[in-house]
Structures are given as structure tokens and as C-alpha cells.
């Protein structure tokens, strides 16, 4: 930002000059530079942070990703207001400002999310969650850098400006960093609404929710890695069952093996400790289990074939209507 903020002076001052032959052209250039600088540096800075958590990331692709989209989208966003010159004309109102950077931030995050997808693939099992992410991300962010934009006057000092430049990048940046580290997790995890549910059950806020909704913690026999994520549920006497819906396509219901394997219950906003067993047609216990969960759920169609999972757990006694 402090190079975007540097070049945009640079080049309006280029543009101002009188009988300056060539200005436009080189006005533009330094502002496509400005904007260059300012992408290899969001790109390095996120490719780095990435690299951490993704090791087999591609991270010059991903920056070339980003210098593409954001780098060069900035200089071109840049680019008018620059060679216009300066035409002295008074500034919308803040308020404007800011809903219209929200408004650029909410396009151009899932445009760059898209473009750092695909430098994704291959290093992340859910790249394309990225877009979400930035589109959360961007619209705060940009609101932060058209709100410090908006504060130096014409006659500004430049090193008052680079100055205002840096802090500004240093805050959106900030902001941008929390909000995509929130979703890093995701990219190779549950996604972005079962974090979210689970906070909820996990919160004082959470009123009804867990009347119809568990947090269940497995963890992976192969993996070693704790996965958690909320499932629907019913209770009996014997303690509760879960059914893994289109269990054909999800996989935390192999790691539970006979007699029992421990899990953990998000009940009443604790975790406590239980043992579930996975019951397949047959069974003992199984048709009892698959009536319990039938009577909670009579509209639920399961298949003949359906796997149960009963769970006992060390906690209060649970009671759902």
C-alpha cells in the first residue's frame, strides 16, 4: 500500500507537469508498477502463510495468481483518477466512500478468491472454499484502504503519505489475515458452517439448537487428526443415536470400532467424553437403535442397509422432543 500510495502521487504529479512530453504514458507506468508491488506483495505474504499450513503448495503460481487479479486490477482501478489530473472537484461523502468499497470488495474477492483457487488445486482438498473466503475478507479490507486513502489532503507531505500508506496497508492487512485464517481449516476440513454451528452450540447463544443438534468429536484411526462437526440426533434410555446421513460419501463413521471407540460430546457448551459403537443391520442393539432414531425423525427414509452409531457418553441426561 505504501507503493501504490507513492506511485499514485508520482504519477499524478508526472500527469500535472506542464508540456511534459509522454506524461500520460509514464504516469500509467508507475501506477502499473505501484499496483505490481502491492500484488507480489499480497501474494508473497499469503503464499508464505499458506505454505505453512498447505506444504505442497505451488507458491510462485499462486503469487503470479494474485499479481494477475490484484495487482493489476489495483493499478488499473488506480489508473483514471491518476491521469485525470488534478481537477480540484470535491470528494463524495465518506459514507459513499466506504459502501462503495465494500461494494468493490464483495466482486473483487471472489474474482481474486477464484484466481488463487485454482493455484490452489492440488494442495488443498477444498480449494474453491477460498472464494468464500474472500469474499468475506475483502469487502472490510477495502473499506479500511478507501477510508485511509481518503485522509491525506493534496498538499501532504510524501513521507506524511507513505506513512498513511503503510498504516492503512497494515491494518487491511490485518483484517484480511484474521478473516482468511479463519477459513484456513476448511481448506483441507469440515467447512466454513460447521465451525460455525459448533461455536453456537458451543456458546451461551445457542437457545434450542442443541434440542436437535450434537457436536461429535472422532478422532482419524490413520490420520491421527480430531475431527469435529455437528450431526443431528435422537435419545433413549441407552444413551443417543446418530445416523450418518449418505454415509457412502463421508468417512468419520470408520474410524469407530468394536467393542467401543472414544468420542467426545459438545453438550449443554462442554465437551464431555463418551464411547461410541457402530451398528450395521443385525447387530445387537441395532433395530432398537434404528426405532429410536425413527421416532425422532419419522419422515426420514433410511435404507435398509443403514449404519447406526450408538454413543454413550459421561454427561446429563439428554432429552429431545
Not at 443417543?240 to 468420542?263: E, I
Not at 443385525?282 to 421416532?295: E, K, W
Request: glycine share 16%; net charge positive.
Amino acid at each position: 500500500m505504501t507503493a501504490a500510495a507513492g506511485a499514485a502521487r508520482a504519477g499524478q504529479a508526472v500527469v500535472d507537469r506542464p508540456g511534459a512530453l509522454g506524461s500520460v504514458g509514464l504516469a500509467l507506468v508507475i501506477v502499473v508498477l505501484g499496483g505490481l508491488v502491492e500484488g507480489i506483495a499480497l501474494g508473497s505474504a499469503q503464499a508464505w502463510g499458506l505454505g505453512r499450513w498447505l506444504s505442497s503448495l505451488q507458491r510462485g503460481r499462486y503469487v503470479l495468481a494474485t499479481v494477475l487479479v490484484a495487482g493489476l486490477g489495483w493499478a488499473g482501478a488506480s489508473a483514471p483518477a491518476v491521469l485525470s489530473g488534478d481537477g480540484g472537484g470535491s470528494s463524495p461523502p465518506l459514507p459513499l466512500v466506504l459502501l462503495g468499497a465494500a461494494g468493490l470488495g464483495l466482486v473483487m474477492g471472489p474474482v481474486l478468491g477464484s484466481a488463487q483457487a485454482v493455484a490452489l488445486r492440488g494442495a488443498a482438498s477444498h480449494p474453491w472454499r477460498w472464494v468464500g473466503a474472500n469474499a468475506v475478507a475483502w469487502p472490510p479490507a477495502m473499506c479500511l484502504v478507501f477510508l485511509g486513502a481518503s485522509v491525506p489532503g493534496a498538499d501532504w507531505p510524501v513521507a506524511w503519505l507513505l506513512l498513511d500508506g503503510a498504516l492503512t496497508g497494515a491494518a487491511a492487512g490485518a483484517v484480511l489475515g484474521l478473516v482468511t485464517g479463519w477459513f484456513l481449516p476448511s481448506l483441507t476440513g469440515a467447512p466454513p458452517v460447521n465451525r460455525i454451528v459448533l461455536g453456537l452450540l458451543g456458546s451461551p447463544f445457542r437457545g434450542h439448537l442443541d434440542r436437535s443438534l450434537l457436536g461429535l468429536s472422532v478422532l482419524g484411526r490413520v490420520s491421527g487428526r480430531t475431527f469435529r462437526f455437528p450431526v443431528q440426533y435422537a435419545v433413549d434410555s441407552l444413551g443417543l443415536v446418530v445416523v450418518p446421513g449418505h454415509a457412502q460419501r463421508k468417512t468419520w463413521w470408520t474410524n469407530l470400532r468394536f467393542p467401543a471407540t472414544p468420542v467426545a460430546v459438545l453438550w449443554a457448551g462442554d465437551w464431555v467424553p463418551g464411547t461410541a459403537v457402530l451398528l450395521a443391520p443385525g447387530d445387537p442393539g441395532y433395530a432398537v437403535a434404528r426405532s429410536t432414531y425413527h421416532r425422532r425423525r419419522p419422515h426420514l427414509k433410511l435404507p435398509p442397509g443403514q449404519v447406526v452409531v450408538r454413543i454413550r457418553y459421561a454427561g446429563p441426561p439428554v432429552g429431545n422432543p
